[in-house]
Every structure is written in C-alpha cells, then in structure tokens.
C-alpha cells in the first residue's frame, strides 16, 4: 500500500494517492466541499456588497469618510510617535513635531472637506493652521523667533499672491496661456517677498538680491504667454492644448 494518503475535503477520510473519488462521500479529488464553496461565494458577495455601498455613496459622503479615515490615521500617528518617545526618553521631545505636523494636516483636510467650494475659508483656514504650525515649531525650538518674524510675513505673502492669481483667474474670461503667465508673475513677486523678509530678519534692511533674477526670468516669459494668448483672440483652453 502507498504511504502517501490524500484526504477527502468534504468527510476527512484517507483516501490513496492513486483515488479520484472519495469511497464514502463520494467527492471528487480535488474538488472543494459545499462548505468551501459556500466560504468562497460568501466572501464575494461580501467584498462585492462593500463595493456596491462605497459607489452609492455621495461625492459628501465619499469626502466625510476620507476626512474620517483621515482622523484616524492621523491620531493613531500621533498616539505611536508620542508612547515611543515617552518610552525612549521618559518626556515629550522630538514627538511634539510630529504632532503639531500632523494636527495642522488635519485642519486643512478638514477645511477642504467641509468647506470645498469656500475657496476664501479654504485660504484663510490653511493660512491660520499652517501660521500656528510655524509659531509652534519655533518655541519648540528654544523660540528664536524665526517663527513670527519669518515665517508669517513670507506665509502671509504667499496667500495673498494665491488670493490674487485665484481671483483674476476667475474674473478672466478667457482662459488660456494667460493664467500661466499670471502664475509666473505671481511666481516672481512671491521670490521678492522671501528674498526681502529673509534680508529683513538677518540684516534688519528689506534687500532685493537674487529675486532680481528670478523675476526679469518671469517677466519676458509671461509677455510672451501674454501675447500668444490674446494673439490667438479667442484663446486656447490649456487642458485641450495639452491632451488632458
């Protein structure tokens, strides 16, 4: 008698090497039971169902959920980098950046999720967050005052050229090459701003330094983007133009 035995899936009895049906139940070799079957055909229906209920759900609903998972993921960082650091140096240190970091991600998930089509909360929400990561990071950092004297100002420079470049993108009527050219404009006033803020806080005097070369790098690529645009009269729409 061969010593290598197989076993029927379906009663468990031993079966010889050289079967094709079980002698008791009757089960072809191979072949997996009802109750696997069953197992199988359950499960994808499961998965199915799970899948079915995520597509009927709402573009506010989708939003909440990842705005939930968010929550979650986040926190549960929070609470493994705070324990380990605890364990490793019995105190607070280096997890108070990951945590501050990790809060002002979770504030402007949360200012995007609730307030999409708000695109001024959106701003001024993501602006307060990140203002107090920075002010934050600095005292955690024996508050040398790089914080407040500059991080905010060049922050605050930037929200208010993305305010700008938002607002006459909104009120152009055609949209085409001219919304890059505003965007490299805003691109080259934005390297003025953290050339002079950077000078102010080291030097104590506003100087234009390097920023002279990003912006006379802008200024004839947007006149040219400019040109092109209205030279073309009724504009080209970028997402065409660009096969998107």
């Given at each position: 008698?061969?010593?290598?035995?197989?076993?029927?899936?379906?009663?468990?009895?031993?079966?010889?090497?050289?079967?094709?049906?079980?002698?008791?139940?009757?089960?072809?070799?191979?072949?997996?039971?009802?109750?696997?079957?069953?197992?199988?055909?359950?499960?994808?229906?499961?998965?199915?169902?799970?899948?079915?209920?995520?597509?009927?759900?709402?573009?506010?609903?989708?939003?909440?959920?990842?705005?939930?998972?968010?929550?979650?993921?986040?926190?549960?960082?929070?609470?493994v980098t705070v324990t380990?650091?605890?364990?490793?140096?019995?105190?607070?240190?280096?997890?108070?950046?990951?945590?501050?970091?990790?809060?002002?991600?979770?504030?402007?998930?949360?200012?995007?999720?609730?307030?999409?089509?708000?695109?001024?909360?959106?701003?001024?929400?993501?602006?307060?967050?990140?203002?107090?990561?920075?002010?934050?990071?600095?005292?955690?950092?024996?508050?040398?005052?790089?914080?407040?004297?500059?991080?905010?100002?060049?922050?605050?420079?930037?929200?208010?050229?993305?305010?700008?470049?938002?607002?006459?993108?909104?009120?152009?009527?055609?949209?085409?090459?001219?919304?890059?050219?505003?965007?490299?404009?805003?691109?080259?006033?934005?390297?003025?701003?953290?050339?002079?803020?950077?000078?102010?806080?080291?030097?104590?005097?506003?100087?234009?330094?390097?920023?002279?070369?990003?912006?006379?790098?802008?200024?004839?690529?947007?006149?040219?983007?400019?040109?092109?645009?209205?030279?073309?009269?009724?504009g080209v729409d970028l997402?065409?133009?660009?096969?998107?």
């Amino acid at each position: 008698m061969n010593s290598e035995m197989n076993y029927c899936n379906k009663c468990g009895v031993e079966l010889d090497v050289n079967m094709n049906f079980c002698p008791l139940c009757g089960l072809s070799i191979g072949e997996k039971s009802g109750a696997d079957e069953l197992s199988t055909s359950q499960q994808k229906l499961e998965k199915d169902k799970i899948i079915d209920d995520f597509e009927k759900l709402t573009k506010a609903q989708r939003r909440k959920l990842f705005w939930e998972l968010s929550n979650i993921i986040l926190f549960s960082g929070i609470l493994v980098t705070v324990t380990l650091n605890l364990f490793l140096n019995k105190s607070i240190t280096w997890s108070s950046y990951s945590t501050v970091a990790s809060l002002a991600v979770l504030a402007n998930i949360s200012v995007f999720t609730f307030w999409r089509h708000r695109m001024l909360i959106i701003v001024l929400g993501s602006l307060v967050s990140t203002s107090l990561l920075l002010i934050l990071l600095d005292l955690f950092s024996t508050n040398v005052g790089w914080g407040i004297k500059l991080g905010i100002p060049i922050l605050l420079s930037f929200y208010i050229l993305l305010l700008l470049v938002i607002w006459l993108i909104r009120i152009s009527k055609q949209r085409g090459f001219n919304i890059l050219a505003i965007i490299f404009l805003a691109i080259g006033l934005f390297s003025i701003c953290v050339d002079g803020f950077v000078s102010l806080y080291f030097v104590h005097q506003f100087q234009i330094r390097w920023s002279i070369i990003v912006v006379t790098s802008m200024i004839p690529i947007s006149v040219l983007l400019f040109y092109v645009h209205y030279r073309l009269k009724k504009g080209v729409d970028l997402r065409r133009f660009f096969h998107i």
